[in-house]
């Protein structure tokens, strides 16, 4: 079993930053793949980012190539996603997630989830 808590959410401005956490716990192996998902009102789940947990390759959304970064402390099993240059399409519900086998950018291919942290983008 995985157990995941994200932190870091809030009110920002347009234009400016945010650093989410995602503090990891539970049996996590060398090919567990990390995740960011993001949910807005009225939407479905969409993918962000992810992360190996043993290599550190990544993979982005379009949407936010550039913009944001996901990386992960192994010694603190912490996930983060570095969040810039932040726009009102980027309110919405932040949610961590965890497989196993190599990374994904389907919602359906994560096994544990965590409960989500609101970011909410003022214009």
């Known amino acids: 079993q995985v157990q995941l808590v994200e932190s870091g959410g809030g009110l920002v401005q347009a234009g400016g930053s945010l650093r989410l956490s995602c503090a990891v716990s539970?049996?996590?192996?060398?090919?567990?793949?990390m995740g960011w998902f993001r949910q807005a009102p009225g939407a479905e789940r969409e993918f962000v980012a992810t992360?190996?947990?043993?290599?550190?390759?990544?993979y982005y959304a379009d949407s936010v190539k550039g913009r944001f970064t996901i990386s992960r402390d192994n010694a603190k099993n912490t996930v983060f996603l570095e969040m810039n240059s932040l726009d009102s399409e980027d309110t919405a519900v932040y949610y961590c997630?965890?497989?196993?086998?190599?990374?994904?950018?389907?919602?359906?291919?994560?096994?544990?989830w965590g409960q989500g942290t609101q970011v909410t983008v003022s214009s």
């Open positions: 997630a965890a497989k196993r086998y190599g990374s994904s950018r389907y919602r359906d291919d994560y096994n544990y």
């Open positions: 539970g049996r996590i192996f060398s090919e567990h793949a």
């Open positions: 992360i190996m947990w043993s290599s550190g390759i990544t």
